[in-house]
Nanobody, 128 residues
Framework: QAELEESGGGSVQAGGSLRLSCAADRYGNSAYCLTWFRQAPGKEREGIAG???????TYADFMKGRVTVSRDNAKNTLYLQMSSLTPEDTGMYFC??????????????????????WGRGTQVTVSS
């Protein structure tokens, strides 16, 4: 049973918006770097955004400007606000946590390795 749980996914048309949430439980503590990843069918997992315990956020170029990552440490919750969605954004979206805080400082967004705590994902489907 995963200790991080994503929610907020669903089906939207191109141009639409979604707000994803991740109940991070103990990993919502500010000591943890919290991140979002996605994986499209048949493709490798991609880092989207990360936010450190102090609120410092990084974004991968492919979604920069269309997503905002944030966290509420008091609620142990991570968020990803997405807009201007396209069919290429279709995939499973995961949240992940690590104590390696430096992984939330990479200006290219979070790398795919180094995260030991994962949710099971929430599906996002964007249609034309």
């Amino acid at each position: 049973q995963a200790e991080l749980e994503e929610s907020g996914g669903g089906s939207v048309q191109a141009g639409g918006s979604l707000r994803l949430s991740c109940a991070a439980d103990r990993y919502g503590n500010s000591a943890y770097c919290l991140t979002w990843f996605r994986q499209a069918p048949g493709k490798e997992r991609e880092g989207i955004a990360g936010v450190a315990g102090d609120g410092f956020a990084t974004y991968a170029d492919f979604m920069k400007g269309r997503v905002t990552v944030s966290r509420d440490n008091a609620k142990n919750t991570l968020y990803l606000q997405m807009s201007s969605l396209t069919p290429e954004d279709t995939g499973m979206y995961f949240c992940a946590a690590t104590l390696f805080e430096r992984l939330c400082r990479d200006p290219r967004g979070p790398p795919t390795r180094g995260f030991g705590y994962w949710g099971r994902g929430t599906q996002v489907t964007v249609s034309s």
